[in-house]
């Protein structure tokens, strides 16, 4: 997850979900509290047995303050 400015906020962790060829879930073990509010984004880049590199689109995910208070 990176910022606006490119900042790195916080390592994501790819697993691959069982039974379903390609398709993967991403996670972060961590607190989350210290992320900064606002919009974050993210891609995944891939790299096939042969060494091609692809990547995904960016993808978006707004950061708000807790609501349950």
């Given amino acids: 997850m990176r910022d606006s400015q ?6 994501l962790v790819p ?3 069982a039974d379903q060829l390609g398709t993967y879930t ?4 961590g607190d989350t509290s210290g992320w900064p509010l606002g919009t974050l984004r993210t891609d995944i880049r891939i ?3 042969n060494g091609t590199i692809k990547q995904t689109n960016t993808v978006t995910i707004a950061v708000v303050d807790r609501v349950t208070q």
């Fill in 15 to 17: 697993a691959q979900v």
């Fill in 47 to 49: 790299s096939d047995l």
């Fill in 26 to 29: 991403l996670s972060f073990p």
């Fill in 6 to 11: 490119n900042a790195l906020i916080a390592p």
